[in-house]
Nanobody, 123 residues
Framework: QVQLVESGGGLVQPGGSLRLSCAAS????????MGWFRQAPGKEREFVAA????????DYADSVKGRFTISRDNAKNTVYLQMNSLKPEDTAVYYC????????????????WGQGTQVTVSS
């Protein structure tokens, strides 16, 4: 069982930056695939970024490529999402997700989810 707790959300102006953190419980964090998803009001949850357990492979949604960076610190049981050049359309609740064996961009591949953190991009 893995518990995930996100933090770092908030209100930021367009063009600004935020760094989200996701702290995971469990001694096997280093073997888990980690992902970030987001859900805007009235829209379905969508993939943002994912990183394999080794940190070698990372994938991003086209809408965030070049602006967002996913990283992980296995010693701290934490995964991060650095978000730069934020746009109003990035406004959403951001969720951290984990899975012990699978990797991909579909939310159905992830067994564990955090409670979400709100990101609002507005002037």
């Amino acid at each position: 069982q893995v518990q995930l707790v996100e933090s770092g959300g908030g209100l930021v102006q367009p063009g600004g930056s935020l760094r989200l953190s996701c702290a995971a419980s469990g001694r096997t964090f280093s073997t888990y695939t980690m992902g970030w998803f987001r859900q805007a009001p009235g829209k379905e949850r969508e993939f943002v970024a994912a990183v394999r357990w080794s940190g070698v492979r990372m994938d991003y949604a086209d809408s965030v490529k070049g602006r967002f960076t996913i990283s992980r610190d296995n010693a701290k049981n934490t995964v991060y999402l650095q978000m730069n050049s934020l746009k109003p359309e990035d406004t959403a609740v951001y969720y951290c997700a984990a899975d012990s064996t699978r990797y991909g961009t579909s939310s159905s591949l992830y067994a564990y989810w955090g409670q979400g953190t709100q990101v609002t991009v507005s002037s």
